[in-house]
């Protein structure tokens, strides 16, 4: 009897078939291998790139931090037109900045809660945070009207809180019971304040909004302090500027009667010395940022706080 051919060729067909799917699934290994491997040597270059650019920063960082150098110095903006690399350098005043600690330990709770009713708080809300604040920096034990103590935070799972002493960063604000609503509301709060500050706001520096929240005036009316200072070209920082002397200088053109208050005109300095000095650095399209917090510019700094950052 003749064997049938279709028999031989079926199992022949069928190695093939198999042989067709390993090298299907060998090529999808490979591509996976490049890829892992391509990753990684993107991450590596990153990490290179991304070193390159903190060091370009630490370069700004130590031009900012020279006296002699002011605001609107070239030197603080650098570029290598070859290689691309470069930073950009900002120095500004911390004393733009309310500083919390400042504020609860002289009771100035009226200040906080207005600002946080202007956030979007209610009034009752706003009490309750500002009572809850003033616990935590507080060193006792006795809960405010409506304020937190150890008790409220225990029933929360969180131990050993609130520290009962002032606040040593921003972010230590953020654990105290009612400050997740300004988180929503304000997603920017952090900078309106500074633990670094000397505790007055700086009417030289601040903004319009800080200005009028301490002065208790609309903001409309508290742009004449900043312009003010600006000079005639409108730019902070240059040498038309035209700082004021005294903080009561510049209450008394707001016409609100402000300068004529003890409790605003004590919110308010004209010479607060504490610098923030912020350097960006670039390197091969990698961007790192360097902040740092000094006492004073002059003589020896007193470097008070460093933060680095990547930049997207």
Not at 3 to 21: D, F, K, S, Y
Not at 143 to 170: C, D, H, K, M, W
Request: glycine share 8%; charged share 25%; aromatic share 6%.
């Amino acid at each position: 009897m003749r064997n049938n051919p279709r028999l031989h060729r079926h199992p022949r067909g069928v190695a093939l078939i198999a042989v067709i799917w390993l090298i299907a699934v060998l090529a999808m290994a490979c591509m996976a291998t490049l890829r892992v491997i391509s990753f990684d040597m993107e991450l590596a270059t990153s990490k290179v790139h991304g070193t390159r650019a903190l060091q370009i920063a630490e370069m700004g960082i130590a031009i900012g931090c020279n006296p002699s150098v002011e605001r609107d110095d070239p030197l603080l903006h650098q570029l290598n037109q070859d290689t691309g690399e470069g930073f950009e350098v900002e120095i500004k005043s911390e004393g733009a900045r309310f500083n919390p600690n400042v504020m609860l330990m002289s009771n100035d709770t009226s200040l906080l809660r207005s600002i946080f009713i202007d956030w979007g708080l209610t009034l009752e809300e706003a009490q309750a945070l500002t009572d809850a604040l003033t616990d935590w920096v507080d060193d006792n034990d006795e809960v405010s009207l409506n304020g937190a103590e150890e008790t409220y935070y225990n029933n929360i799972g969180r131990i050993n809180q609130p520290f009962n002493r002032p606040f040593y960063n921003l972010e230590e604000m953020r654990l105290v019971r009612g400050m997740d609503q300004v988180e929503r509301l304000k997603p920017d709060w952090r900078d309106w304040f500074s633990v670094w500050s000397g505790g007055k706001l700086d009417v030289n520096e601040a903004s319009a909004e800080l200005i009028a929240a301490a002065a208790e005036c609309a903001v409309e009316v508290a742009k004449v302090i900043p312009q003010t200072v600006a000079g005639p070209d409108g730019i902070r920082g240059t040498d038309d500027d035209v700082p004021f002397q005294s903080a009561e200088d510049a209450l008394v053109i707001l016409g609100s009667g402000a300068a004529q208050r003890e409790d605003i005109l004590a919110r308010f300095t004209a010479n607060d010395p504490t610098t923030r000095i912020e350097s960006t650095g670039y390197a091969s399209g990698a961007k790192r940022k360097i902040t740092v917090i000094v006492g004073s510019r002059t003589g020896r700094p007193s470097l008070y706080d460093r933060i680095e950052e990547i930049v997207p």
